[in-house]
């Protein structure tokens, strides 16, 4: 019977380790500090790291992680009930039901808006009460120019936000376009204009801007649709910034990154230089507080700093584009703040969406760079997926070869130096054109053996050849033909789903590319061959372009650029592609493509030649 003890009491351990373990998420349980058990809990939040509180093995409701984001959805549709039955009624309860709304609408407000150690508490407090909010309001703020007012109910505790009046009284500042009839809101007084000032135009002066806060999420809303559509998933991954806009109420960084850069562009997209203004007054507030966590060993790798530094990149490379160096020192930022934060922290949530997801602008700025990058290395091309968070595409699969061509274009660039100032001896100069020939041979043949592998198997089916018809006023593409030199309409490629062609694109870029530096005496790519790798992008555009909603269509941007250089000046191959670069600037208002993207060359001059990456 002892011995019999003795065996059966280790199982009921192991039955019960489970349900202990869960009371707690894993970051909490691996740094070994207390978890309060909200989803994503404070010690995650406030050490940057919001996507990465996972709790595991919850056998029963008791022990079920808070969500705030599920309190915040369930307090939408309770108020659009409560709005749609008071709409209804005239009797006595409608009393009633407005005194509900008005806690209802104070419980999101401050779910959204308050302080996190507020919010924590409060949100626990709703999954274990229900009852009502009684005493009266006490004063306990302000903070980001509302006043806080804390309501007192046993258990519960409930802020309240109000904005305050010109007389100084707080007023109600619940007026929310979200919940209302009309979807795109009322946004006349959002912005305070001055005395003598003309609301039409933009050299009125404008006051401190009192946005609301229902408003700036409709704006927060419209820049995600823009550069994080959803899409199916066959086309690809294009949630990582609406991933990083839900977790924004726990990060001041982070929120007020989105309220400037979302104000800014609504502005802009409909052009009122009172709204676009009031978003780049945010700007240098974003900026110091960026700078102070970029020059903090901790804050540095926290979530937030690589949210903000991507988002600042989006908006720069798509809305602003101050100056050609613009975007090349954005790309250098946040690509040495990935390389800092090490291939371990983007494993998992919003860290690994923006890696994964924007690995091939990585590999762009490499390959303009001209620089071998770190991205070669064995464990950024697998430890980011070891968590299984996602798994490997087509287009990371051909990006895990990309990956050696920075290191070759640098070896090349050396070689030809050495050449011409003679610094090497014969026999030196002989080992170094054969290890560089050798690196070609090889990447190629990998390139070769990954088309066999995924373009000639698509599981989604094969490229198809279309007529060009000139849908929507889309440019027609012609092209030479390289033996009699007759110039023509070839067809268009029409893939099954957006994630082929913007692969395809990037594998003729980056064909294109390393073909740039192939002097080897045999099996070199020849120049027919480089030319239709250029016009097999051209022949993919206006699928591409057409199809892809929001700014997806920045992904074909760098192969775009790349096969611009593939063509002779005046041909009718840069005509074509003059008028698709007008094209998507005048639709899409990204000036990016309106200048040609220059500072994305592969060329030796190129704006990012000398930058480490």
């Given at each position: 019977?002892?011995g019999?003890?003795?065996?059966t ?8 380790a ?13 740094r ?12 995650c ?15 029963d ?7 705030q ?11 659009r009930?409560?709005?749609?039955r ?37 949100v ?7 009852s ?10 302000p ?24 007389n ?5 500042n ?5 919940f ?15 005395e ?9 002066t ?25 899409v199916?998933s066959?086309?690809?991954?294009a949630?990582?910034?609406r ?12 929120s ?6 979302s104000?800014a ?42 949210v ?7 908006f ?10 613009g975007?090349?020192?954005?790309v250098?930022g946040?690509v040495?703040?990935?390389e ?7 494993m998992?949530?919003?860290e690994?969406?923006l ?44 990006v ?28 030196e ?18 390139f ?27 440019p ?6 390289l ?35 192939d002097t080897?005496p ?17 022949r993919?555009?206006e699928y591409y ?6 700014n997806m269509i ?15 000046d ?9 008028e698709?670069?007008?094209?998507v ?6 000036g990016?493509w ?17 930058a480490?990456?």
């Amino acid at each position: 019977m002892v011995g019999e003890s003795r065996q059966t009491a280790p199982d009921s351990r192991a039955r019960k380790a489970p349900s202990r373990q869960s009371r707690s998420c894993k970051v909490c349980r691996a740094r070994k500090v207390k978890c309060d058990r909200v989803k994503p809990c404070h010690a995650c939040c406030a050490h940057g790291y919001p996507s990465k509180c996972v709790y595991e093995n919850v056998p029963d409701e008791e022990a079920r992680p808070i969500s705030q984001a599920e309190e915040i959805r369930n307090l939408r549709s309770e108020i659009r009930e409560l709005r749609a039955r008071i709409d209804e009624r005239n009797d006595g309860s409608r009393a009633q039901d407005l005194e509900r709304l008005d806690q209802l609408e104070s419980l999101f407000e401050s779910i959204r808006s308050a302080p996190l150690s507020v919010v924590d508490s409060l949100v626990r407090d709703i999954r274990t009460e229900q009852s009502g909010l009684k005493k009266d309001l006490v004063k306990v703020g302000p903070w980001e120019g509302y006043e806080a007012y804390e309501r007192y109910a046993s258990p519960v505790s409930v802020i309240a936000i109000r904005k305050r009046s010109r007389n100084g009284s707080p007023e109600s500042n619940f007026n929310d376009p979200i919940f209302g009839d009309d979807e795109d809101g009322d946004f006349g007084d959002i912005i305070s204009i001055g005395e003598g000032s003309d609301s039409s135009s933009s050299s009125g002066t404008i006051s401190i801007m009192n946005m609301q806060r229902p408003a700036v999420d409709v704006f927060v809303e419209r820049f995600v649709d823009a550069f994080a559509p959803e899409v199916d998933s066959r086309h690809g991954r294009a949630g990582a910034l609406r991933a990083a806009a839900g977790i924004r109420m726990f990060s001041p960084l982070i929120s007020d990154a989105f309220e400037a850069v979302s104000v800014a562009f609504f502005g802009r997209s409909i052009q009122n230089k009172q709204i676009e203004a009031s978003g780049f007054r945010l700007y240098p507030r974003v900026l110091r507080s960026l700078q102070d966590a970029l020059i903090d060993p901790e804050r540095s790798k926290a979530e937030s700093t690589l949210v903000t530094v991507i988002l600042l990149l989006a908006f720069e490379q798509s809305v602003e584009r101050t100056t050609q160096t613009g975007v090349p020192a954005h790309v250098r930022g946040a690509v040495r703040l990935i390389e800092h934060r090490g291939p371990e922290n983007h494993m998992y949530g919003v860290e690994h969406l923006l890696f994964t997801e924007l690995r091939p602008y990585w590999i762009g700025g490499a390959l303009a760079a001209r620089q071998p990058s770190f991205l070669a290395r064995e464990e950024w091309k697998t430890v980011p997926w070891a968590a299984g968070t996602t798994k490997k595409d087509i287009l990371h699969h051909l990006v895990d070869i990309a990956t050696e061509i920075p290191g070759l274009l640098a070896q090349s660039d050396a070689f030809k130096e050495a050449q011409a100032t003679q610094r090497m001896g014969v026999q030196e100069m002989a080992v170094k054109q054969a290890a560089l020939w050798n690196g070609i041979t090889e990447c190629t043949a990998q390139f070769q053996q990954w088309y066999i592998d995924w373009v000639e198997c698509y599981p989604e089916g094969p490229i198809q050849e279309l007529e060009q018809t000139g849908d929507q006023d889309f440019p027609i593409f012609k092209r030479r033909n390289l033996r009699t030199g007759e110039i023509y309409a070839p067809t268009r490629f029409s893939y099954p789903n957006l994630l082929l062609a913007q692969t395809m694109c990037v594998y003729y870029a980056v064909r294109l590319i390393l073909s740039s530096i192939d002097t080897r005496p045999e099996d070199r790519v020849t120049p027919m061959e480089q030319y239709e790798f250029g016009c097999g992008i051209c022949r993919t555009m206006e699928y591409y372009i057409l199809t892809a909603p929001g700014n997806m269509i920045n992904r074909l941007a760098f192969p775009t650029r790349v096969a611009w250089e593939a063509f002779p000046d005046g041909g009718p191959e840069q005509a074509f592609m003059v008028e698709v670069l007008q094209l998507v600037e005048r639709r899409h208002a990204l000036g990016l493509w309106g200048s040609a993207m220059p500072e994305l060359s592969v060329r030796e001059n190129s704006p990012l030649n000398n930058a480490e990456l």
